[in-house]
Nanobody
Framework: QVQLVESGGGLVQSGGSLRLSCAASGFIFGLYGMRWYRQAPGKEREYVAGIGSAGDNTNYADSVKGRFIISRDNGRKMVFLQMNSLKPDDTAVYYC???????WGQGSQVTVSS
């Protein structure tokens, strides 16, 4: 089955860290760039970070630059988002995305308390 499945969300205090994981299946993961997006209540979905197929090219939204790190493990067909120095404004549902396959995960809730 072709799908993306996120895990690792939860509740954390401001200043804390969380690591999101996204497991891919049903396609040749190593051929495709991957992205993370997020959507806060009442707001549009926004881009967070992206990584090239080989993992050697990364890009971040200004709002998370210097705090979040995107990485991938092609052998395990997984992409990760390490989130550090979390703020209440980071509260959102986080989605894994493979743009070239038009694939989205189901989302993982991240809540940062002040």
């Amino acid at each position: 089955q072709v799908q993306l499945v996120e895990s690792g969300g939860g509740l954390v205090q401001s200043g804390g860290s969380l690591r999101l994981s996204c497991a891919a299946s049903g396609f040749i993961f190593g051929l495709y760039g991957m992205r993370w997006y997020r959507q806060a209540p009442g707001k549009e979905r926004e881009y967070v970070a992206g990584i090239g197929s080989a993992g050697d090219n990364t890009n971040y939204a200004d709002s998370v630059k210097g705090r979040f790190i995107i990485s991938r493990d092609n052998g395990r067909k997984m992409v990760f988002l390490q989130m550090n120095s979390l703020k209440p404004d980071d509260t959102a549902v986080y989605y894994c995305n493979c743009p070239d396959r038009a694939l989205w995960g189901q989302g993982s809730q991240v809540t940062v308390s002040s």
